[in-house]
């Protein structure tokens, strides 16, 4: 096997490459860079898509770790404890504790001027929560849309999740209840249990994070007063670790010390719903389908834009092999091309993709209804996209060229 | 040596058929320049593809220095091609996209030669057509005459065996084309093998042969003077 023909393939691939039409040239390379942000961007949406709202569950519910009540109890047993070990862990970097109690918010019932009117109401988790604590792990004070944040003093003040509201979710069904006409500044009746407090709506949260916006939020200690609860045990702590430090780690230590006997123990991965995964690999899915045709596309285009140019070159490449060029050269010269416009397209659309597109959709997420969709791309995904492209150009060039270097040579010099 | 044994074409188009060879028989000397002529259709070109091995015989012999070229592979074909014949197309045959200088290197980087050593031969080559001074040219930056003269600095570039020529003046007004029959002469001088064909008697009288063809059989076959 000699390297000759390799290198006169790339001589001839060169001189055509310079002296083919620069439109025609700029036209193949716009197609090579649109299919690569086909392959790479429509999945890398999707996926992000998902990886938005995955990303927004952990940073603003479950933290890295979350430890939950057992489902047959009341509350997390032995919570002093968990949170005595957990405050000693050099790993851990913030906790937030919540209690929660099942309840509804009635509004309405003040115009209400006959017995048989009915009142609007709407059921939720009331999670009483420290203010300060719980807006340092999520940054929830800043998810408000309308209103403003809870204080530690606030009395009789609640927040609402946008889905308790039908102006945040217009969705009308029997077995959705939500207020329509309570906003902030209403006055409503807040039942927990055989409790009822009349409280003020002081803020909508909208955190497109499913749990928090089905939430009532108001000042732990006044929850714990509603509910009678007079020891500390919570029903949910959200752990954030730091940075680099496996949640699974600090899990092993709190069961090794035997605690997952009185609560539920789960790294954000363990938590994380399972419609999300299942959204997550379905919209991958799609985004490679899509990609794909994009691939057979650019395969197509590659093996016209050759072929029609090796047919109109017919007579060269019949001089070529006349005077003695081995047809592997004239092959090669084609690859060579392809190869040139597969890497220059790719090459525009890796820069335009990591130079603009990433970076600027990461500081301006899509504002999808439930996430805020990043463009989620990796080094290997997207380096696997170039090698399938370059694959596939490659041999949709190869193709046609072979087609037309295997004709008569003769014939070929002839034009007949 | 080049030995033509009982050389036939014939071409088959469906069921009709055309004889354009028929039985062709000669034998050309090292050294010696030769017109192959005839009136338009006599099997000149026919005749020369298949001695410069650009074509296969439907049957019959072309014997070179004792190798029988019918027997060899489509690969060695072609390296013969590259390495002993050379050849000078009436319409040039040159490539567009390659420069006079790189027109008459590719054949010698394609035999292995390093591109210094072959653009350094390329150079020579054009200097021996008087077209030193533009080796930087595109084909259509050349007039008619200088693209055939670059097409000839091609063919004998690498010293080939035997030299071939299709009609080299055909396209070319009579100042050109005494250029291209005057530098033949002087490579015949130098002991270059060559076979033209030609329909001009003026240029066939310059050979030292003519074989003259008809109805594609050897008519006539006479030394010249
Ligand atoms: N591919 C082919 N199929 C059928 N017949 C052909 C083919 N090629 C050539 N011929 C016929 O063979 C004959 C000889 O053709 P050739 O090209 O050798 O003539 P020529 O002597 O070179 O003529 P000219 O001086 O016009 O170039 C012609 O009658 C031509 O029609
Ligand atoms: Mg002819």
Known sequence: ?416 | MIEIKNLIKTYHDGKVETPVLKDINFSIEDGEFVAIMGRSGAGKSTLLYQISLLDHPSSGDIIIDGVNATDLSSDDRTKYRLHKLGYVFQDYALLPDLTALENVALPLIMQGKTTEHAYSVAKKALDRVNLGHRPGNLPSQLSGGEQQRVSVARAIAHKPKILFADEPTANLDTESSRVVIDLFKELHKEGQTIIMVTHEEEYGKMTERTIRLSDGKVVEDRKNR
């Open chain 1, 1 to 416: 096997m000699s390297f000759v023909p390799i290198r006169v393939g790339f001589f001839l691939a060169i001189r055509q490459i310079k002296h083919a039409s620069l439109w025609t040239t700029i036209l193949i390379m716009f197609v090579m860079t649109l299919t690569f942000l086909n392959l790479v961007v429509i999945n890398g949406v999707l996926v992000g898509l998902m990886q938005g709202a995955v990303t927004a569950e952990k940073n603003k519910y479950t933290g890295d770790l979350i430890i939950s009540n057992l489902n047959q109890k009341a509350y997390i047993e032995n919570t002093s404890g968990i949170l005595n070990i957990l405050n000693g862990l050099p790993q851990v970097s913030l906790l937030s504790g919540r209690y929660l109690a099942g309840g509804t918010v009635e509004s309405g019932y003040k115009t209400k001027t006959r017995d048989s009117d009915v009142t609007e109401s709407a059921g939720g988790v009331i999670a009483g929560i420290d203010p300060v604590k719980e807006n340092n792990f999520s940054g929830i004070g800043g998810l408000m849309i309308e209103g403003s944040y809870l204080a530690p003093d606030d009395y009789d003040k609640i927040l609402l999740g946008a889905d308790l509201l039908y102006k945040y979710t217009p969705i009308d069904t029997p077995g959705l209840k939500n207020l329509k006409t309570a906003g902030v500044g209403s006055l409503v009746r807040l039942h927990i249990g055989s409790t009822t407090r009349e409280v003020l709506i002081k803020g909508i949260v909208k955190s497109k994070v499913g749990e928090l916006d089905q939430r009532i939020f108001m000042v732990d200690s006044q929850l714990r007063s509603i509910i009678g609860r007079d020891d500390l045990n919570l029903n949910e702590i959200s752990v954030v670790l730091k940075p680099g430090v496996d949640p699974l780690f600090v899990k092993n230590i709190l069961v090794k010390n035997g605690f997952d006997q009185g609560a539920k123990i789960q790294t954000y991965l363990e938590a994380q719903p399972k419609f999300l995964k299942d959204i997550a690999q379905t919209f991958s899915l799609l985004g490679n389908m899509l990609g794909s045709i994009g691939l057979v596309v650019a395969s197509i285009t590659i093996f016209i834009v050759i072929f029609v140019n090796a047919i109109t070159r017919r007579k060269f490449i019949g001089i070529l092999k006349g005077i003695g060029i081995d047809s592997r050269a004239i092959e090669y010269s084609y690859i060579f091309q392809s190869i040139f416009y597969a890497l220059s397209g790719t090459g525009l659309g890796v820069l335009f993709l990591y130079g603009f597109l990433v970076p600027y959709v990461n500081a301006h997420p899509i504002n999808f209804p439930f996430s805020d969709g990043i463009i989620y791309v990796t080094v290997a995904g997207t380096s696997i996209r170039v090698i399938i492209l370059l694959i596939t150009t490659v041999v949709a060039g190869y193709i046609p060229a072979r087609i037309i270097v295997k004709r008569n040579t003769l014939d070929a010099i002839l034009g007949r």
